[in-house]
């Protein structure tokens, strides 16, 4: 088009990163006005456009010759709490110049130049040719931080005293060793305690906090690190909530002799911050309207009425967890009968092994039944010797298998409840998983995975989490860390309210009868302030030779001397006139005095 008023123009695209390592030092400040000159360069001549990038990017102003409307845009800017991903920041700014034809394209990166901002796994990108890439590089030669980089902690309590363990993982991200780190903890605005730490340059210590009170409800935790030169980061939030124990059954058959739920009472009622109040019950001595009192409930191996049956069914169905195990009590024809509409499986013949035995395997370690044996692996060990063999429902999911290839757990959602069978026992009968160390930890996060509501103490920026509906349904009001309302309305369901946590800090959730508190931490990545070799990543980016990125990236800094230089000549210039002004009103001075004695 010749009527295009960029056609034979040099055009510019000037990315400015306002992620959250720019906050160090005075990074930002200088980014904001080498920006500022770099605008005023154009003259006015020059068609610019202004894009701010951290992990995602936004475009300021497209193609303008108003630098005026330019340099307020570059001010206005304000640092950001995102992570860096200069990849589709780059791949914005190459889309934008196919908006003009300017035959002299420019695209101007005004960075830290981050390592942790280029994903080495994500697909190699190029820019065309004729795009000219200027790197300006704000990072200082040195740099210094440390952060809490992670922090393992048991969100729920059911007692006063939190006798888990808070375990922090604390990273000296600098060059230099550093013997005086201190690390504060704080709950509810109170100091609980001080921590003193040596950690060797680049390398990870951990700190521990345990034996702490809680107050009823939510409790607001934070890990300071003081001294450090980098303050953006030096804040980790986190929250424990303490509330009441859960409502467990166990229904079982009726015996003789020592109860079939022994191992099972054992496991949920042995230790501290217990989730259960269990209680046990047979099968006959259940009412089956009282199921609307627990919110979980393990049927061991034992048969039940169709009565019982269909209340299981709705207990299910309204948001309770049930467990299944099928032992020498369950018959499959009666179960598939009773329990087929809504257990994971159809139940076959038992297969006795007679004297053999098989091992559980091909085990979902992502699953969070069996997440804590993730590392270990040692469920491999517990042998099993008779099962019911089984085929899941299409619905179903298969989360372990025994060796030989038959299910062992089997899990199956049912609108806003879940149903896991186990086609062995429970008890000693059929296996020796009660006998193993292993048996609790398991039967624990079975019960734990279907009656605790997923609660997590912290998430990281970016993130999106659920605000819990109040006892009405209606979503509560929620209001960010520095104190704006929330005006998103976006729903699950069942009426939770979705937030997505954009800054540092605790979420504040308001319900008409009590207040709760969201925890959102930076993404760490970003606490790590190594810079990316700026030569190799200009010939990656232009497909160039390294003699001519690491020409490119020389004019980085070239620039920036350049623009002091720049600065230095005005500064001369503004004391030159201020010189003048002073020499001329002297001068006219005199003259007045003289024409006043003459």
């Keep these: 088009d010749k009527n295009d008023p960029a056609r034979g123009e040099r055009a510019n695209v000037i990315l400015l990163d306002t992620s959250f390592s720019m906050r160090y030092g005075k990074r930002f400040e200088q980014m904001k006005s080498r920006a500022q000159a770099l605008i005023d360069e154009g003259r006015g001549n020059e068609p610019t456009a202004l894009v701010s990038f951290g992990s995602g990017y936004e475009v300021l102003s497209r193609f303008s010759k108003d630098t005026t409307k330019l340099r307020a845009l570059a001010d206005n800017l304000q640092a950001g709490w995102s992570g860096t991903d200069y990849t589709q920041a780059l791949r914005g700014a190459a889309e934008l110049f196919k908006e003009v034809k300017a035959g002299n394209k420019r695209l101007i990166v005004l960075s830290d130049f981050q390592a942790a901002g280029v994903n080495p796994a994500e697909a190699r990108f190029q ?114 909530r303490r509330t009441e124990q859960l409502k467990a059954l166990v229904i079982e058959t009726a015996s003789r002799g020592r109860s079939e739920s022994f191992y099972l009472r054992n496991a949920l009622t042995t230790g501290e911050n217990l989730p259960f109040d269990l209680s046990i019950k047979t099968a006959g001595a259940i009412n089956p309207n009282e199921l609307t009192n627990y919110k979980v409930v393990v049927l061991n191996d034992a048969a039940v009425s169709n009565a019982l049956a269909e209340s299981l069914k709705k207990f299910v169905e309204n948001g309770g967890g049930l467990v299944i195990a099928a032992g020498p009590h369950t018959e499959a024809s009666a179960f598939n009968s009773t329990l087929g509409a809504f257990a994971p499986a159809q139940l076959e013949n038992v297969n006795n092994l007679r004297g053999e035995y098989v091992t559980l395997a091909d085990i979902k370690t992502e699953h969070p039944v069996f997440e804590v044996f993730r590392q270990s692996g040692r469920l491999a060990s517990s042998r099993v010797f008779s099962y019911h063999r089984a085929v899941p429902v299409t619905a179903a999911a298969t989360l372990a298998r025994f060796e030989d290839g038959a299910p062992a757990l089997i899990e199956r959602n049912l609108s806003s409840g879940k149903v896991l069978l186990f086609t062995s026992t429970f008890d000693a009968g059929w296996n020796d998983l009660p006998l193993s160390p292993l048996y609790l930890p398991l039967i624990r996060q079975m019960t734990r995975y279907l009656g605790e509501r997923e609660e997590r103490a912290w998430h990281v920026i970016g993130e999106a989490f659920a605000a819990p509906a109040a006892a009405n349904r209606e979503p509560p009001a929620v209001d960010s860390p520095n104190g704006e309302r929330l005006t998103e309305r976006n729903l699950t369901a069942t009426g939770d309210l979705i937030v997505n946590g954009r800054e540092p800090g605790y979420y504040r959730l308001r319900y008409p009868d009590t207040t709760s508190f969201t925890a959102v931490n930076l993404d760490r990545k970003e606490s790590d302030l190594t810079k990316l070799d700026l030569t190799e990543f200009t010939a990656r980016l232009t497909g160039g030779e390294s003699k001519d990125a690491a020409t490119a990236a020389a004019e980085s800094k070239l620039s920036k001397e350049e623009l002091e230089s720049q600065q230095r000549v005005w500064w001369m210039l503004l004391i030159a006139a201020l010189l003048l002004f002073v020499a001329e009103a002297f001068i006219a001075r005199r003259i007045k005095m003289a024409k006043m004695i003459g």
Excluded at 181 to 204: C, G, M, Q, S
Aim: no cysteine.
């Design 127 to 240: 820019l065309d040719p004729a795009i000219k890439f200027v790197p300006i590089d704000l990072s200082e030669a040195e740099s210094s931080n440390v952060a809490v980089t992670d922090l393992a902690a048991q969100p729920l309590i059911y007692q006063q005293k939190y006798s888990d363990k808070l375990t922090a993982r604390v990273t000296n991200f600098s060059d230099g060793n550093n013997d005086s780190v201190r690390v504060v903890f704080n709950l509810n605005d109170r100091v609980v305690e001080k921590r003193e730490l040596k950690i060797a340059a680049h390398d990870v210590a951990t700190v521990e906090f345990t034996d702490f009170n809680l107050n009823e409800g939510i409790n607001r935790g934070t890990l300071q690190i003081e001294g450090d030169a980098f303050a953006a980061d030096n804040t980790f939030y986190f929250t424990l």
